[in-house]
Each structure stands twice: as C-alpha cells, then as structure tokens.
C-alpha cells in the first residue's frame, strides 16, 4: 500500500514563500510521475506541477517562474517550492503518485493573505 504524506503547508502573506514535502511509502522511482495538485473551495482539483521519473517537468500556466517541484529518489520525496505567493494559491494541496493507478495524499493547506 502506498502512503503519502505532504507536509509545510500554513499561512503566508501574499509575495512570501512556502515549501511544501511529500514523503512516500516505499520508492517513488517506481512511479512513472509525481505531482502536486490543490483544489479551491468550490473549484475542481487542478495539476499544479508535474516531474516524471525522466525528470521532465511541467507547470501550470498560473504558477510557472513561481514554483519549482522537484523530486528526491534517495530519500523518496518530492517537493514543491512555492515563491512569490498569490491570494490565488490558496488551496489545499495534494501530493500525487502515478502509476497504472492514482495515489493520493491527505492534502495540506496554504492560505495566501493579502
């Protein structure tokens, strides 16, 4: 069974900065991607940032030059820098394991004051 565990959500005012960490089960070199997804009260779930195990990244429009998501296959983590932050951003944040099958962690929140 795999486990995700997101952690560094929190409160930040609007320009500052947030890491968020996703520690996983196991090996996260046996998923063909890793990504970070957030859903807004009363939005659908939207891709944030994506990082596949050949290391080919992409963003969403609304957070490139922004964010910076990276993977860690020694320690079996994936990370998502968050720089520059928006009132926009707010969201809780989903950590995400791809295979034949989605896994998902718990989420964690951020919320950008203004």
Same mark, same amino acid.
């Given at each position: 069974?795999?486990q995700?565990?997101?952690?560094g959500?929190g409160?930040v005012q !609007?320009?500052? *900065?947030?890491r968020? *960490?996703? %520690?996983?089960?196991?090996s996260i *070199? @046996? #998923?063909?991607?890793m %990504?970070?997804y957030? =859903?807004?009260?009363g939005? =659908? @779930?939207?891709?944030? %940032? @994506?990082?596949?195990?050949? +290391?080919s990244i992409? &963003? %969403? +429009?609304?957070?490139k030059?922004? #964010?910076?998501?990276? @993977? +860690?296959?020694?320690k079996?983590?994936v990370?998502? =820098?968050?720089?520059s932050l928006k009132?926009e +951003?707010? !969201?809780v944040?989903y950590?995400?394991?791809?295979?034949n &099958?989605?896994?998902?962690g =718990?989420?964690?929140?951020?919320?950008v004051?203004s």
């Amino acid at each position: 069974q795999v486990q995700l565990v997101e952690s560094g959500g929190g409160l930040v005012q !609007a320009g500052g *900065s947030l890491r968020l *960490s996703c %520690a996983a089960s196991g090996s996260i *070199s @046996r #998923f063909y991607a890793m %990504a970070w997804y957030r =859903q807004a009260p009363g939005k =659908q @779930r939207e891709l944030v %940032a @994506r990082v596949t195990n050949t +290391d080919s990244i992409n &963003y %969403a +429009d609304s957070v490139k030059g922004r #964010f910076t998501i990276s @993977r +860690d296959n020694a320690k079996n983590t994936v990370n998502l =820098q968050m720089n520059s932050l928006k009132p926009e +951003d707010t !969201a809780v944040y989903y950590c995400n394991a791809q295979s034949n &099958y989605y896994y998902w962690g =718990q989420g964690t929140q951020v919320t950008v004051s203004s």
